[in-house]
């Protein structure tokens, strides 16, 4: 499995998780607002499935859009269904070239020491945290808002603070599940995670519906971005 997030994707990921982190959100003028909040999105693009023996399953994100409408938390975001549902039947009626891939939201820390020690990177699971966790979210998001969708790739932006400025090269790092990048910009450190979300239909002859089972996919996944790959190499 590859997930190929295309250069022009990163700007919107990137600032959107940043602006959360940073910037202070207010419900009105008067109320008192909170910054390193997380922030949530959808991901558009097109699924290319394994051609071959040799091949493998490819999900490219070509687009990304902001859900505004969602609720922001510290440790949590809560999108709105109807505002997902009305941008997903914007796009088919007017961009049909475009298929709902994806989400993606962001991971605020309060310091490195806590990212490195939670890993801040990883998705959260109810097995972990006794709570509604990502990997539950996904599959259901998957199964009740995209069945028609072989795979969703979900994105975790990750996003600290740091003590003083600092450059560093993108390094990709793998794992037995996932892949992921980390890399410093100016005064913050970043993690971008990918998970992937499976959905096979369910057929029963004695049912005149098909029903869908979705789960998160555990196999090896390759990430890709053009851009942060191509100052990997060309600075190696």
Known sequence: M?????DHVMPVLMSAAIEAYDIVHKATERSKGKNKLETYGLLWGY??????????DKIVVTSATIETSAIRHENYVQPDIDSIETKKSLIQRYWPHLELVGTFHSHPYDSLGDVNENKGWEASSKKETGKYGDTEYWSDFHRDVSPEQPFLTHLILTVVQ???TGWALPELVERSNYSFFKLSADTKKLWLNTYVSVCDPLIDESEDYVDYESYIYDKKIKLDSPALMRRIFENS
């Open 2 to 6: 590859r997930v190929v997030i295309e």
């Open 162 to 164: 740091l003590q003083k």
């Open 47 to 56: 699924v290319v499935p394994a051609k071959g023996e040799k091949g493998e």
